[in-house]
């Protein structure tokens, strides 16, 4: 009997310790976000009292915020629940760690909340970004005659893919972050009804509201139904790296990418899969701008070139540029209320991989 490789079993180890880290995000979720309430009212209480009596609708309105926080709670168990079992080949069931009533045990209470304000800025963030899923639909009609393989990669919580699968074409969404897959399993396989949900996405944003109801705002989810009616049964969702995924060459018709290839340390990289896992004629279809998610991190080695470098790259990876637009007005979770508005002027632009590939091949 052969033994795992030591390698392997770290690398097990790591993946195991991540997804707890990420289920543990989850519920923290509550107790992280009522330390901020209190934060609140506990600076309230410091104040002289004349001051105190100007913020009594404050005060109110902070008694009404933990109640939209327990219905956002509600669909975070909703989303964790099981979770431990949703990946076919692997049993990430939590064992470790566990109070006496078999639940994590986290050291931490309503009232303080344990853990650093840097871990849990991060923590908030990352699960508020299930309540933001974007969608981007695309038209492929005047491209394809035919059933074509369209995969979207960085596909978040899905619904981009799941549009294209409905309008006919087999169709694979791929998303690395766990906080995605997490909230794409919940909806896409256990939302059978339309509107059946309720959160507050803008619930933990405390500047530039002009109304509390602008921040209590509630917003009824899915506007479909992703699991009660199945747009095509060739439509799956697959988890992991992309470089790492699909490495398979001339495998897919067509490669759609929203707001993804920026997400890379290299971006060459993206390109050059993109060209190789495509068929000869087969198109690539990009949206986004180019936010280098890597280049602040002092570990990470980021390479950032800018759009009119980065369309001549794909051009030198072979490509040829069907079509292309620059100052595409797109906004990604953003809060319409908000005195803030952020607004990407992406680009867009279709290219495809010549047939002549497959000739240079031969």
Same mark, same amino acid.
């Given at each position: 009997?052969?033994?795992?490789p ?13 997804f707890?880290a990420?289920?543990?995000? @989850?519920?923290?979720y509550?107790?992280c976000?009522l ?7 506990k600076i309230?209480?410091?104040?002289s ?7 009594d609708? /404050?005060?109110?309105?902070?008694t009404? @915020?933990?109640?939209c926080l327990?219905?956002?709670n509600s669909?975070?168990? #909703? ?9 076919e080949?692997v ?9 006496a ?5 986290f050291?931490?209470? !309503?009232?303080?909340?344990e853990i ?8 908030q ?5 299930? @309540?933001?899923g974007r #969608?981007s639909i695309i038209?492929f009609?005047?491209?394809f005659? &035919? ?7 960085g596909?978040?919580l ?11 074409y087999?169709?694979?969404g791929?998303e690395?972050?766990?906080f995605? #897959?997490f909230?794409?399993n919940f +909806?896409l396989n256990r939302?059978?009804e339309?509107?059946k949900?309720?959160v507050h996405p803008?619930l933990?944003q /405390? +500047? ?8 209590l705002?509630?917003?009824k ?10 747009p095509?049964?060739n @439509?799956?969702?697959?988890?992991g790296?992309? *470089?790492? +995924? ?6 897919w018709s067509?490669v759609?990418t929203?707001?993804?290839i920026?997400?890379?340390p290299? $971006?060459?990289?993206f390109v050059?899969?993109?060209?190789e896992i ?6 690539w279809?990009?949206?986004?701008? *180019? #936010? !280098?998610h890597?280049?602040?991190m002092?570990?990470?080695?980021s390479?950032?070139?800018?759009y009119?470098?980065?369309i001549?790259i794909i051009?030198?990876v072979?490509f040829d540029?069907l079509e292309?637009? &620059?100052? $595409?007005?797109?906004? /990604?979770?953003?809060?319409p209320?908000?005195?803030?508005q952020?607004?990407y002027?992406?680009v867009f632009f279709?290219?495809?991989?010549p047939y &002549?590939?497959?000739r240079?091949?031969l």
């Amino acid at each position: 009997m052969s033994s795992i490789p030591a390698s392997e079993e770290i690398d097990e180890a790591k993946e195991r310790e991540h997804f707890r880290a990420v289920v543990n995000a @989850f519920k923290y979720y509550k107790l992280c976000s009522l330390d901020r309430i209190h934060k609140s009212e506990k600076i309230i209480k410091s104040l002289s009292q004349h001051h105190q009596r100007h913020l009594d609708k /404050y005060k109110t309105y902070l008694t009404r @915020f933990k109640k939209c926080l327990d219905i956002n709670n509600s669909v975070v168990n #909703l989303i964790i629940k099981d979770v431990d079992k949703m990946f076919e080949n692997v049993d990430h069931s939590m064992t470790e760690s566990s109070g006496a009533n078999g639940t994590e045990s986290f050291g931490c209470n !309503y009232n303080n909340c344990e853990i650093s304000s840097q871990k849990q800025h991060k923590m908030q963030h990352d699960v508020e970004k299930v @309540f933001t899923g974007r #969608l981007s639909i695309i038209s492929f009609q005047d491209l394809f005659d &035919t059933v074509v393989r369209v995969l979207v990669p960085g596909a978040g919580l899905g619904r981009l893919a799941w549009e294209i699968s409905k309008r006919g074409y087999t169709t694979q969404g791929n998303e690395f972050s766990l906080f995605m #897959l997490f909230a794409s399993n919940f +909806v896409l396989n256990r939302c059978p009804e339309a509107n059946k949900y309720t959160v507050h996405p803008w619930l933990h944003q /405390y +500047v530039n509201n002009l109304s509390c109801e602008h921040q209590l705002l509630g917003v009824k989810f899915p506007d479909v139904r992703p699991s009660g009616d199945r747009p095509n049964p060739n @439509f799956s969702m697959a988890a992991g790296d992309f *470089l790492k +995924v699909y490495t398979e060459v001339d495998e897919w018709s067509c490669v759609v990418t929203c707001f993804f290839i920026d997400c890379a340390p290299n $971006v060459i990289e993206f390109v050059e899969r993109i060209y190789e896992i495509l068929v000869p004629g087969g198109i690539w279809i990009n949206l986004g701008p *180019l #936010l !280098y998610h890597y280049s602040d991190m002092p570990t990470e080695n980021s390479v950032e070139p800018p759009y009119d470098i980065l369309i001549e790259i794909i051009r030198d990876v072979g490509f040829d540029v069907l079509e292309e637009r &620059t100052g $595409v007005k797109t906004k /990604y979770a953003q809060n319409p209320n908000s005195m803030l508005q952020h607004e990407y002027e992406s680009v867009f632009f279709v290219c495809r991989k010549p047939y &002549t590939a497959l000739r240079d091949k031969l």
